[in-house]
């Protein structure tokens, strides 16, 4: 969440591109396809300066993004067909997938009709217990916290400690200690209550997030009815599954597939991993979304699609299409394949 590295990564992708590097690497490391990823897709966030705004793009900038790959020889197929065709080596030429994490409500009312004209399919990824209202945007919750006043307590393992919140880098300061509280301090299970605590102490409703920007069931029944749409699952709770236990971890996994078919009558068979980073997804975490019986699983690995993911299936990068790099010429240089090796540790074939 919190991005250190971004003004590196965005000199990076600027010498790529004006250096003309990125274009002359495409036919050798550009792969065979991509997994693009979404979150948000609105042109009026509700928090245009929140710190969580690099999770938004525009409906334009989507837009655009779709047309140049189109203009570029990327074919938009639904993840199943991504599947077969990664199976198949990449035949039938370079391919994309698009796919959006959290089930947001401005993926039916603002995302989707941009597909519509490109007629662009789209997998949609649920985590039931966000939309029942069980589990919260806690990264939203704590935004509010932070905004709610001018300092707040947080008890710590070592004690309280009061955090400044008077002015936006003291804002932006406290943010990310309460992000490393809940993620590193705080067990999964008792991180909604850790929360909620805070919540009240501050006059925050913690529920808010989830219901102002989240599809209800209605809703995802109504965008699952659709043509272009697929769902997939984000487990139950949008638990980190690396801290969990193994068996907590199965029933995550498993459990989603139940509370999906339950709601929709029908079985998802995709799964996004929550976070999908290394401290969040693993090997172990990977055969567990097998022995579920998920057909693919995607991560937050930054990566284009290679023959070799014919054998990883479950390990399955993306390009995330985010607002911090709200610009075409950054993702047609993420597309060449030139920063896959950049982001990892000089590996062309990126799984976990």
Known sequence: MFDGGEAIRKLALNVARYSGLAPLA???VGGIGAILMLHRVTATPEKPLGINRHLN?????????????????YAFVSLDEAIERIRAGGAGGQFA????????????????????????PLTIYV?????????DLWWDVIDDVVNAGDSLTLDMPGGEVVLDCSTPARRYEAHRRLHDHLTVDVAEEDQRAVLHRLAASCGVDPGAPARNTLMDWNE??????HPLVTIGAHTVNHYNLKRLSEDRARLELTGAIDLIEDRLGKRPIHLAYPYG???AVGCREVRLACEAGYVSAVTTRHGVLRPEHAGHLHALPRISVNGRYQSVAHIRTM????????ANRGKMLVTV
């Open 26 to 28: 495409r036919p050798f």
């Open 57 to 73: 793009i525009a409906p334009d900038f989507l837009d655009a993004v779709i047309a140049d790959m189109k203009a570029g020889g």
């Open 97 to 120: 997938t698009i796919t959006a994490d959290d089930a947001y409500r401005d993926n039916l009312h603002e995302a989707l009709p941009v597909l519509e004209k490109h007629g662009a």
């Open 127 to 135: 985590a039931p217990a966000m939309i029942d209202g069980t589990a």
């Open 220 to 225: 995802i029944g109504q965008v699952a009815a």
């Open 277 to 279: 980073y290394a401290t």
């Open 335 to 342: 597309l060449s394949g030139i920063t896959t090796p950049l």
